[in-house]
């Protein structure tokens, strides 16, 4: 069973959309949940924590479900600029803060 | 502001050979890790490393590979006879402390070709 699951898309959609992407993953302990953005070729780079209250951060806005174990990320008013594949990340209950990818789902945002 | 740098960008070996991939995390950064990314696939963890000493290693990061830290700034990847399948990219990451919520700042990655 595979750690972190995602659709791959890819997601076409036109600028301003609204357009979301879930994720779950299948350790009940993990600890810690991200999402992180990756462009073509390119190092992930962390977009934003997620947490169970659930929190935003401009045009993001990032949702947790322990009980379901299931992540999710929505981007309100989709840029030209917010195409690149985006990845769930967890951290599983250890000493460690090691990052456990999930495979991402491209966005891409066509004018 | 501060980042995570990684030489050579793009490294071409044949099979068999050694390769050495370097890093240098961020200065006051104290926890490191190595992750890989084969094309078209997840990222995935590799070793982290604390002290001078490896903290974790996943099932990949068998004996063909190492890590050091050779002097104050360095960190290295070595991998001591390359095959095929290690064709992918490493990314290096350093943080500041080893906590579930720190943040792992990403290097821009080695490419690695094994031909």
């Known amino acids: 069973r595979k750690e972190v699951e995602q659709d791959p898309g890819p997601f076409n959609v036109p600028e301003g959309a609204t357009v979301a992407f879930n994720c779950t993953y299948s350790?009940?302990?993990?600890?810690?949940f991200f999402w992180y953005r990756q462009d073509c070729r390119k190092e992930p780079k962390l977009l934003m924590s997620?947490?169970?209250s659930g929190n935003e951060d401009g045009r993001f806005t990032a949702q947790l479900n322990r009980a379901s174990q299931y992540i999710s990320l929505l981007i309100r008013d989709s840029k030209l600029s917010d195409s690149a594949t985006y990845l769930c990340?967890?951290?599983?209950?250890?000493?460690?803060?090691?990052?456990?990818f999930g495979k991402g789902t491209m966005l891409l945002v066509s004018p | 502001e501060p980042e995570v740098t990684q030489t050579p960008s793009h490294q071409v070996t044949q099979m068999g050979q050694e390769v050495i991939l370097r890093c240098v995390p961020i200065?006051?950064?104290?926890?490191f890790y190595w992750y890989r990314q084969i094309l078209g696939q997840k990222v995935e963890f590799l070793v982290s490393?604390?002290?001078?000493?490896?903290?974790?290693k996943s099932e990949i990061f068998d004996d063909q590979f190492s890590v050091e830290r050779p002097d104050g700034s360095n960190f290295t990847l070595k991998i001591r006879s390359t095959k095929l399948e290690d064709s992918a990219m490493y990314f290096c990451?350093?943080?500041?402390?080893?906590?579930?919520?720190?943040?792992?700042?990403f290097g821009p990655g080695t490419r690695l070709t094994v031909l």
């Open positions: 997620v947490y169970s």
């Open positions: 350790n009940s302990a993990s600890q810690s």
């Open positions: 200065s006051n950064h104290l926890y």
């Open positions: 490393f604390y002290n001078n000493e490896i903290s974790e």
């Open positions: 990451a350093s943080s500041e402390v080893t906590s579930s919520t720190d943040t792992q700042y």
């Open positions: 990340v967890v951290t599983l209950n250890s000493g460690y803060s090691t990052l456990t």
